[in-house]
């Protein structure tokens, strides 16, 4: 079946990086982007960014423009997602979905990343 | 940028009743719209895509309706496991772009 799998839980102080990475299985890696999106605790669902497993073509939501970065290893069948100059209010979990056909049909559990100092 | 309102934010209902939830587009969206159901410490799961089209597995009790503007989503006879928070979503098909609501927290009267 299906399935997402995201690393592990970050603390990360501000201004810091974090990298997530979530490794798909269950059908082909190149055949549906691979879309991140984030909820802050007790907040709705907000999305970041898509990225294409096929040839990496990549569509950043404004907001995140210049301090998020997706990229792809397709011979692992795994998406990465990196957000830098990390603040208070990235405090958040952060979700991989797979996009097919512009919906998020499968999604992965989930890493909860906490900016603290 | 498309703002989605979902409205009311809190909805409560008798489990068997129905449950009748509204998400409007600041444009339009044609029928570019998704609906998620998120329980608590879970990932959300799709539930409609294309305003009216139920995704794999989802009960025939969830029905969407709605274009352009205004979007409904209904379950005609609330289960317990119904219970949830949902949340619409417009997506643009090129490129990529996605706008979530805020969400309807369905819960037990």
């Known amino acids: 079946q299906v399935q997402l799998v995201q690393s592990g839980a970050e603390v990360k102080k501000p201004g810091a990086s974090v990298k997530v990475s979530c490794k798909v299985s269950?059908?082909?890696?190149?055949?549906?982007?691979i879309s991140w999106v984030r909820q802050a605790p007790g907040q709705g669902l907000e999305w970041m960014g898509w990225?294409?497993?096929?040839?990496?073509?990549?569509k950043y939501a404004q907001k995140f423009q210049g301090r998020v970065t997706m990229t792809t290893d397709t011979s692992t069948g795994t998406a990465y997602m990196e957000l830098r100059s990390l603040r208070s209010d990235d405090t958040a979990v952060y979700y991989c979905?797979?996009?097919?056909?512009?919906?998020?049909?499968?999604w992965g559990q989930g890493i909860l990343v906490t900016v603290s100092s | 940028e498309i703002v989605m309102t979902q409205s009311p934010a809190t909805l409560s209902v008798s489990p068997g009743e129905r449950a009748t939830l509204s998400c409007r587009a600041s444009?339009?969206?044609?029928?570019?719209l998704a609906w998620y159901q998120q329980k608590p410490g879970q990932s959300p799961r799709l539930l409609i895509y294309?305003?009216?089209t139920r995704a794999t597995g989802i009960p025939a009790r969830f029905s969407g309706s709605g274009s352009g503007t205004e979007f409904t989503l209904t379950i005609s006879s609330l289960q317990s496991e119904d219970f949830a928070v949902y949340y619409c979503?417009?997506?643009?098909?090129?490129?990529?772009?996605?706008?979530f609501g805020q969400g309807t927290k369905l819960e037990i009267k």
């Open positions: 979905a797979r996009d097919r056909q512009r919906t998020f049909d499968s």
């Open positions: 269950g059908y082909t890696f190149t055949s549906y982007g």
């Open positions: 990225i294409s497993t096929y040839n990496d073509n990549i």
């Open positions: 444009q339009s969206v044609s029928s570019n």
């Open positions: 294309g305003a009216s």
């Open positions: 979503q417009q997506y643009n098909n090129w490129p990529p772009e996605y706008t």
